[in-house]
Nanobody
Framework: QVQLVESGGGLVQPGGSLRLSCAAS????????MRWYRQAPGKERELLAA????????NYADSVRGRFTISRINAKNTVYLQMNNLKPEDTAVYYC???????????WGQGTQVTVSS
């Protein structure tokens, strides 16, 4: 059974930091592109960041570039999202996803809530 399990969300004050983790199992993690998305109430799901299978190539949405960092440790089947200088607009449910190189298979985690509020 394929599983992606996010953790690390919670309540944080503006300007604070959180690190999200996504633990993967049930597929060959090291061959998949990993992505982080978020979805705020009433809004469409937004792609935030992606990292290639080897962990070298990364890509970021303009809304988070310079504040968020995606990384992965293939030996641990885990992808991370370090979030710094958080803003209230970052409040959302954050999801990790895995996509194979043909984009035929895409897997999703259950999401973790991030709330940025004073």
């Amino acid at each position: 059974q394929v599983q992606l399990v996010e953790s690390g969300g919670g309540l944080v004050q503006p300007g604070g930091s959180l690190r999200l983790s996504c633990a993967a199992s049930g597929f060959t993690f090291s061959t998949y592109v990993m992505r982080w998305y978020r979805q705020a109430p009433g809004k469409e799901r937004e792609l935030l960041a992606a990292v290639a299978s080897d962990g070298i190539s990364t890509n970021y949405a303009d809304s988070v570039r310079g504040r968020f960092t995606i990384s992965r440790i293939n030996a641990k089947n885990t992808v991370y999202l370090q979030m710094n200088n958080l803003k209230p607009e970052d409040t959302a449910v954050y999801y990790c996803s895995a996509v194979d190189m043909t984009s035929i298979r895409t897997y999703w985690g259950q999401g973790t809530q991030v709330t940025v509020s004073s």
